[in-house]
């Protein structure tokens, strides 16, 4: 089973603190024609905070190097690949809108990390989010909307999502494939969302999805869609499934359980769901 990477988890008012204070800081406003965001990043020392304002329309921009941009801002590019590609090291994003229209994807993560917090990517051709190639997320009171797919994990990538919200995307809200990890952590009051998708959380070849606490409703065709030796472990007690096409669509092999603890979130009573265990018929299944 692909493991998620050990993470210390605490409270969601707490969570950001863990990542550390930046050594300094850099102001940039996009407004001001004069000050760019991109020269600020590859002028940053390794650790550096950027404050940034306004509307940043000069992307695609490039982070190659541990920095953190701390906003109100948003960030766009014209039409294209991405609007922020983030290829090395350990970026930090807060309170940022990143505005995708018109590019296949707002944010790609490759080979790095990533820890956003207060984060909304929208409006994406493709993916609002893709990490790939050992990418790494945390990911923490954000939201992936209006795009073709929220947040798309691949090629042995991992990602922890703490009461953060995937809605209104053509397809899926999260996708997790090609031996990849994601889990959704329980914070008290603030479960994680997918609804309003075509498919709430999708999950295929050999990856694994833990569902600590999580709303996953309104979802056209399914509400969880796990595939091709695919591992699911949830707890009942955190996470509800309603008014979905589907709850659950299992195409065999795949494993399919419910844990007892996860996180800290103790179960004390299972879900019935409308299940579907392709070829099988669909029926009712209390787990």
């Known amino acids: 089973m ?21 050594i300094s800081a ?28 306004g509307t940043c329309s000069n992307g695609p921009f490039f982070i190659r190097r541990e920095v953190s941009l701390v906003g ?18 350990t970026a930090s994003l807060d309170t940022l809108t990143i505005d995708a229209t018109d590019n296949a994807i ?17 409006d994406a051709l493709n993916e609002g989010m893709r990490l790939i190639g050992n990418a790494h997320a945390e990911v923490v009171g954000s939201t992936f909307e209006g795009n073709d797919n929220g947040v798309v994990i691949t090629i042995s990538s991992s990602a922890l999502f703490f009461a953060s919200t995937f809605q209104n995307n053509t397809n899926f809200g999260l996708q997790v494939s090609q031996g990849s990890a994601a889990a959704f952590i329980f914070v008290a009051g603030n479960p994680n969302i997918s609804r309003d998708n075509d498919i709430g959380v999708g999950m ?58 996860i996180y800290g979130a103790s179960a004390s009573h299972s879900w019935v769901l409308d299940v579907v265990m392709s070829p099988r018929p669909t029926k009712s299944l209390s787990r």
């Open 106 to 122: 707002g944010i790609v993560v490759e080979g790095a990390t990533v820890r956003m917090s207060g984060v909304t990517v929208q």
């Open 204 to 261: 295929d070849a050999s990856s694994t999805f833990q569902m600590g606490g999580a709303l996953i409703e309104n979802n056209s065709i399914v509400g969880l869609d796990v595939t091709f030796g695919s591992f699911f472990t949830a707890d009942p007690t955190a996470s509800t499934f309603e008014n979905n096409g589907t709850d659950v669509v299992c195409t065999l092999p795949i494993r399919l359980t419910h844990s007892p603890t």
């Open 26 to 53: 850099k102001n940039v406003n996009c407004d001001i024609p004069q000050q760019n965001l991109q020269k600020a990043i590859n002028g940053a020392e390794v650790g550096e905070e950027i404050t940034v304002s």
């Open 72 to 89: 109100p801002a948003t960030l766009q590019a014209p039409a294209g690949f991405a609007v922020l590609e983030i290829r090395g090291g």
């Open 2 to 22: 692909q493991r998620l990477p050990k993470l210390a988890v605490t409270c969601l008012v707490t969570a950001v603190a863990l990542w550390g204070t930046p």
